[in-house]
């Protein structure tokens, strides 16, 4: 479902942010990208959507990502921004969540369904009216990964989701995103999240694939996460038993 190989990615004034990196998720399957701060993670998420230029190959759904395809890729792949502002910027959620299915050309009625069932699906249906200048940061998430799935992509890419989210907002994502079939990439410090939604993870070291495997040994596992520069879960005290 997402194919990544040898991807590097590298910022005009000659910084590699990352080295030939490759991996595989499976169709409906969720990963972790896990790392310090600067081991690339949104770096790889950006390149991804062809937000940041790249080397290397990249295949969403079996379509390769080039300039003639990105339209294509960014149809079957969603990107969620670590600040929800980012993507609220219409006057009401309603017209947020709209944006994207009106600018792929679909009818008034189309999208109308499309942001009715977003709405119904994260149960938020009483945002509809509402500004983001006036929600919470929670609503404010909810609402950004609304306007993602109005897109209906295949793949969801994730940028610290639950940063800015305090413990209800938080619990409250982790069950929406286990009740998603799709398949997701999300990098995130918050590693007790990670292991809660996803059986993956990925771990990258300055720019570089590090391990790969499942989260619920990984993230415990104290000399492989001090290694990365991130703190193991329970300082890995936890058993895998």
Known sequence: MLDIENLSVSYPDGTRAVTEVGFRLARGESAALIGANGAGKTSLIMALVGVLPSTGTIRAGGTLLTKKSLAEIRRKVGVLFQNPDDQLFMASIYDDIAFGPRNMGLSEEETARRVDESLA???IEQLRGKTALKMSGGEKRMAALATL??????IML???PTAFLDPRARRNLINVLNSLPHTKLIATHDLAFAEEVC????????GRLFADGPARELL????LMEACGVEAIDGGQRSLS
């Open 199 to 206: 059986g993956r993870a990925v771990l990258l070291r300055e």
């Open 149 to 154: 799935l109005s897109m209906k992509p295949d």
């Open 158 to 160: 994730f940028d610290e």
């Open 121 to 123: 699906l994260l149960r």
């Open 220 to 223: 415990h596992d104290a000399a």
